[in-house]
């Protein structure tokens, strides 16, 4: 059995029409801009906002590395605060840091689960400070009834990590609105990268639908991925947050490319409420054949929660995940490393979270027997704590 980590793009999206429905929040936010990847987002709303050197923003130590660089590349200074076990600031030392005069605070909304988002707004307002909601990792969540995304100044979301878009990270202004950002003249992205990445979308579901075949569609896939390198032809990618690529430098001439068109076309093809409900149901199914049997980052799943991913803890994450991906199962391992200088200001939550926290899948696309196959590999390998 093959268990892909993303939700792969089907056929029946291409022939299926538009939802009928409206679009659900952010999509339906007045003010939104959209860009190739998220990071760009970060970037040139800082840059609109005036950051300069001196200009502090609060950031959390767990993070991915990528909007920490996006938010000092638009030449921000960066204070970071510290995440518990919980997956949440400590009230007390943000409040504290609060006090140096931060102009802006950045929350991360990890996995899906929200943070406590009336104690953040109460301390922003208290001080006059920019609220920024990064929703890369929590499309589809709320947080009292209300949409992640729509509590703070300004809200980031990264779109293929919750739906099959080739690309796509999108920008919300809840308040203040800055007309910079509204007529911005992106650059459109090239269709090799496009077609390149619904390809692999596509060979996702193939695969998970017939491994056989899937696997010799990815090899011809992969040969043809090598000519285009050898004859130079450049694909801009998407979600690379890697270690080689934060040494190499993210580059800032690449962040002014807008989202491809084809995604605005498919965007309105999703069944957003279901999506969330499937990724509920999942995460339950994997919790209730878990619980007891090992021990879990058991985290309530409150109503309106959409969670990315089934959080294990493992002792060692790089041959947990190598188990189960030999066994199919496409296991991801966020953020083994975070922004290189923040390493120094590090909690020992946030490296417990890097050392040990493996994100199983829990996608839309997944079946109950799926769902059984991993809760089944993660018991037989004995991959827990
Ligand atoms: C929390 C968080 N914010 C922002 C980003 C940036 O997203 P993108 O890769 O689309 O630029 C990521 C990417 O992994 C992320 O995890």
């Known amino acids: 059995m ?222 043809a991925g090598r000519a285009l390198t050898s004859i130079g032809v450049q694909r801009l990618p998407v979600g690379d947050i890697s270690p080689e690529f934060q040494s190499a430098g993210y580059r800032v001439a690449n962040l002014n490319v807008g989202m491809s068109p084809l995604c605005h076309w498919l965007l309105n093809r999703f069944d957003y409420e279901l999506i969330c409900q499937k990724r509920r149901q999942n995460y339950l199914l994997m919790r209730e054949k878990l619980l007891g049997r090992i021990p879990l980052w058991d985290k309530e799943l409150a109503k309106g929660v959409c969670p990315l991913f089934f959080p294990l803890l493992v002792p060692d994450k790089s041959v947990a995940a190598r188990a189960l991906w030999a066994r199919g199962i496409a296991a991801v391992e966020l953020w083994n490393y975070g922004y290189p200088e923040a390493k120094r200001e590090e909690g020992p939550d946030a490296r417990f979270f890097r050392d040990h926290l493996l994100e199983l899948p829990i996608h839309q696309d997944m079946t109950p027997a799926q769902v059984d196959y991993v809760a089944d590999q993660v018991l037989t390998l004995r991959l827990h704590f």
């Open 2 to 223: 093959y268990v892909p980590c993303w939700p792969g793009l089907k056929p029946s999206y291409f022939v299926g029409a538009p939802s009928q429905r409206g679009l659900p929040f952010p999509f339906s936010a007045p003010h939104k801009t959209y860009f190739y990847v998220a990071r760009s987002g970060i970037y040139y709303l800082l840059r609109a906002l005036g950051f300069q050197k001196g200009d502090t923003v609060l950031m959390p130590d767990y993070h991915s590395g990528v909007e920490v660089w996006a938010v000092r590349a638009s030449g921000a200074s960066v204070r970071y605060y510290h995440i518990n076990r919980n997956m949440e600031p400590d009230l007390d030392e943000l409040s504290r840091l609060c006090r140096s005069n931060p102009r802006a605070m950045y929350v991360i909304h990890y996995l899906g689960w929200p943070q406590p988002m009336k104690e953040l707004m109460a301390l922003c307002r208290e001080r006059g400070m920019i609220l920024i909601e990064d929703c890369a990792l929590a499309l589809g969540s709320e947080f009292d009834g209300e949409p992640l995304g729509s509590f703070g100044d300004y809200a980031i979301f990264c779109l293929y990590k919750t739906v099959p878009v080739p690309n796509g990270g999108l920008l919300i202004q809840n308040r203040n609105v800055l007309s910079a950002l509204r007529n911005m003249e992106l650059r459109r992205c090239d269709g090799t990268s496009v077609v390149g990445r619904c390809l692999e979308l596509m060979l996702e579901w193939i695969r998970s639908q017939s491994e056989i075949v899937g696997n010799a569609l990815f090899s011809a896939k992969r040969a």
